[in-house]
């Protein structure tokens, strides 16, 4: 019973690289959430998805991007890494607006 | 702009001295308030949903309450294995499912 899994669990870049992180879910849900995890700042919304083929900007979208092409999975995107953008990266998933969200285990993004 | 304060930041507690800790909201409209645990290194994991004020969830040890300002997670004779970080989120009635975290409370249940 995988739920969301994200890859890779770790990384490491330099400035500037690009790199795409993966979310799955196996639940059928039909949103879809990218969040980062700050010391002392709690998680904060970068992306969503309200279904197959939609994105929207959260709370911090900028340098990112992401596609959700097929339901079960939603790729965020850096396209030119800066050190600020080193943090944990976590990808939830929920059935409706109201229910629960499930979330993966964590990508730990170090940007040098 | 939605808000969410959680206090304390920190909690450590001796196994079995209950505690309380607080999540306080500022919304337009309040869809639902949802708290979840998180272990090092994993992701947050669901605990319960709270939809209107004077709702109350059980779960072991755990019990959530709502008024219109706060909501409280009571841990009842806490044991070691309860130690975690406690993260309160608020979803605002226009909100197409996003979640407004606050910064979580770090529990520590020692034996």
């Known amino acids: 019973n995988a739920g969301v899994t994200q890859t890779p669990k770790f990384r490491v870049l330099k400035t500037g690289q690009s790199m795409t992180l993966l979310c799955a879910q196996d639940m059928n849900h039909e949103y879809m959430y990218w969040y980062r995890q700050d010391p002392g700042m709690g998680l904060r919304l970068i992306h969503y998805s309200v279904g197959e083929g939609t994105t929207a900007k959260g709370e911090v979208p900028d340098g990112y991007n992401v596609s959700r092409l097929k339901k079960q999975n939603f790729l965020l995107g850096l396209e030119s890494a800066a050190p600020s953008q080193t943090s944990v990266y976590f990808c939830?998933?929920?059935?409706?607006?109201?229910?629960?969200?499930?979330f993966g285990d964590g990508t730990r993004l170090s940007i040098l | 702009e939605d808000q969410v304060t959680q206090s304390p930041e920190a909690l450590r507690l001796q196994e079995g001295e209950s505690s309380s800790l607080n999540c306080s909201y500022t919304?337009?409209?309040?869809?639902?308030l949802f708290w979840y645990r998180q272990d090092p290194g994993k992701g947050p994991e669901f605990l319960f949903t709270l939809y209107s004020a004077g709702e109350e969830k059980e779960k072991e040890r755990l019990k959530a309450t709502l008024t219109k300002k706060e909501s409280f997670l009571h841990i009842t004779a806490p044991k070691p294995e309860d130690s975690a970080t406690y993260l309160c989120a608020v979803q605002d009635t226009d909100s197409w499912g996003k979640l407004q975290f606050g910064a979580g409370t770090q529990v520590v249940v020692t034996p």
């Open positions: 939830a998933s929920g059935p409706y607006s109201n229910q629960p969200q499930h």
């Open positions: 919304v337009s409209g309040l869809r639902g």
